[in-house]
């Protein structure tokens, strides 16, 4: 099964797409930890993108896509991927049309968390707090400043993406704001006819 999930930040993506690695056995491909690793070791990608990344701007695109295309054909993706996080902008989704169909992969589906904006801030507060309580390390760019300026790359450059599926008719959305389990619901409802 390879799915992408959209959203803006906050929106659960992340705990969605670790549910669906669990029930599905497929690997989650998250552009946004792949960047952070990259920062973490010092590699000359991570160099580029840790100023980009802690502003809350989207990192270039050719950047991501030859990220996405080297992850894809790592051993753990052979069994199926969700991807989080990517693609942002219409040219990184015609950029994974065009990787997958020279790798001879399709998607199976296209889903897209529907959140009221107005709730995401608090969520990701709550998510800084958890972090903190667990004694983890909070991300730098969860801050209300870098927040807004996510949002805004979100409705500008990432919005136009669920367009684009749309128009494919592969878009399937579902509630965010639904509680956890209800969006896990919906989600296996959306992908009812998927084989696993
Ligand atoms: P995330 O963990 O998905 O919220 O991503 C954190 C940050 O990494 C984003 O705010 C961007 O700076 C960068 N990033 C992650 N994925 C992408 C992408 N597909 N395109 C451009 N920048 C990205």
Redesign the pocket.
Known sequence: MRLILLGP?GAG??TQAARLVARHGIVQL????M??AAVAAGTVLGRQ?KA??DA??????A??IELIDQRIDAEDARGGFIL??????VA?AQALDALLAKKGLGLDAVIELDVDEAALLKRVENRVLETKAKGGAV?A?DNPESLKT?LE?YRKQTAPVSCYYSEQGELKQVDGMAPIDEVSRQIETALGGVAA
């Open positions: 930040p993506k992340g998250s552009t946004g930890d960047l952070r993108a980009i990344m809350g701007n989207l990192v270039p695109d950047l991501v989080d996080g990517f693609p942002r902008t990184q991300r760019d996510r790359a």
